[in-house]
């Protein structure tokens, strides 16, 4: 791994071709929500829910116990039909909808969802225009009193010994042996809750988990 810096290599490629490329495998990895977005949705309940960067759909499976329609949105076509598949395998495809998008341009309506996740996606955007934007977008499609769930990967992880925020790449092995480079953008947490706040959501907390940063948010 390698930091990005002025004049040096672009490390962020083009990420729909990557998770496109991975997305067979990737998905077989990610059966389960993680414990910290059960714990987000436990108590909570809206009309429309979303997901964004819902990558499998494993997260649109649990807004499907609180939601009456779940959308989820992904960049990566190819794991957008996982999700489609995950959905009609375990029955919740008559909630839940897909639907080929980018974070920071969210092909949802204004004030359309009363609750959301975005877990694991705004790390991936190459700039922080970028990733401000997408924590915009969300402000944007949340109706008022919505609340979400946004994560980034962090410095607190153990794998990482720096204090300040990075660009990297980590590899993504497939069967086989091929890898196959992913773009993240590596936050730290006061970076996190900075870029937050920049945004137009409303911070309610912020709890580092298992390396992750998670912050609970309204508008």
Not at 7 to 21: E, F, I, K, N
Request: hydrophobic content about 40%; overall charge negative.
């Amino acid at each position: 791994m390698d930091s990005q810096s002025p004049g040096g290599p672009d490390l962020t490629g083009d990420p729909q071709s990557t998770y496109d490329r991975i997305a067979a495998h990737f998905s077989k990895t990610r059966e389960y929500a993680w414990p910290e977005v059960e714990s987000f949705l436990d108590g909570r309940a809206a009309p429309r829910a979303l997901d964004v960067g819902c990558g499998n759909g494993r997260h649109a499976e649990s807004l499907a116990d609180r939601a009456d329609a779940v959308i989820g949105v992904d960049l990566s076509r190819e794991l957008l039909r996982e999700a489609i598949a995950r959905a009609r395998e375990r029955g919740y495809d008559e909630t839940a909808s897909f639907v080929h998008g980018d974070a920071a341009a969210l092909p949802i309506a204004t004030d359309a969802v009363g609750l959301a996740v975005y877990v694991a996606t705004v790390h991936h955007l190459p700039t922080r225009e970028a990733r401000v934007r997408s924590l915009d977008e969300l402000a944007r499609v949340l109706a008022p009193g919505g609340t979400a769930l946004v994560s980034a990967w962090s410095t607190a992880h153990d794998r990482f010994d720096r204090e300040e925020g990075f660009d990297t790449t980590v590899d993504w092995t497939l069967p086989g042996g091929e890898t196959v480079p992913r773009y993240y953008h590596i936050y730290s947490p006061a970076e996190f809750e900075a870029d937050i706040a920049e945004s137009t959501l409303e911070l309610v907390d912020l709890e580092i988990s298992s390396g992750n940063c998670y912050a609970t948010v309204t508008v």
